[in-house]
C-alpha cells in the first residue's frame, strides 16, 4: 500500500510563503486523484486542492494563491502557497483517491493519508 509523507510546513508572516511536497512509497497511475488538504483546530477536514493529469481543482478560498503540482516520474506531489494568510493556518495533509477517476476536494474519496504537516501563518 502506497505511504505518503509531507513536509516542507512551517511558520510564515502574512504574504509569505511556503512550498509543501508529498513523497509517496510508490507511484501512483495518473488515473488517480492527488490532493491536498487541511484542518483547523475545531474545524473539519477540507479539500484545498486536487490533480488528476492536467485536470486541477481549487478551494475557492484558496484559487489564485496556491498552484498543486505532480511529478509522477518522482511520485511526489506539491502545494505552492503564495500570498499566506492567518486563515491558512491548519494542518495539511496530501492524500490518494480511493479509485481510478474518484477524488476532487471531497475528503471521503480518498483513502489513503500522510501524516500530515503543520502550517502557521501570523498577522
Known amino acids: 500500500q502506497v505511504q505518503l509523507v509531507e513536509s516542507g510546513g512551517g511558520s510564515v508572516q502574512t504574504g509569505g510563503s511556503l512550498r509543501l511536497s508529498c513523497a509517496a512509497s510508490?507511484?501512483?497511475?495518473?488515473?488517480?486523484?492527488m490532493g491536498w488538504f487541511r484542518q483547523a483546530p475545531g474545524k473539519e477536514r477540507e479539500g484545498v486542492a486536487a490533480?488528476?493529469?492536467?485536470?486541477?481543482v481549487y478551494a475557492d478560498s484558496v484559487k489564485g494563491r496556491f498552484t498543486i503540482s505532480r511529478d509522477n516520474a518522482k511520485n511526489t506531489l506539491s502545494l505552492q502557497m503564495n500570498s499566506l494568510k492567518p486563515e491558512d493556518t491548519a494542518m495539511y495533509y496530501c492524500?490518494?483517491?480511493?479509485?481510478?477517476?474518484?477524488?476532487?476536494?471531497?475528503?471521503?474519496?480518498?483513502?489513503?493519508w500522510g501524516q500530515g504537516t503543520q502550517v502557521t501563518v501570523s498577522s
Open positions: 492524500a490518494r483517491g480511493a479509485s481510478p477517476y474518484f477524488g476532487g476536494l471531497a475528503p471521503y474519496r480518498y483513502n489513503r
Open positions: 510508490a507511484s501512483t497511475s495518473d488515473n488517480y486523484y
Open positions: 490533480i488528476r493529469g492536467i485536470n486541477k
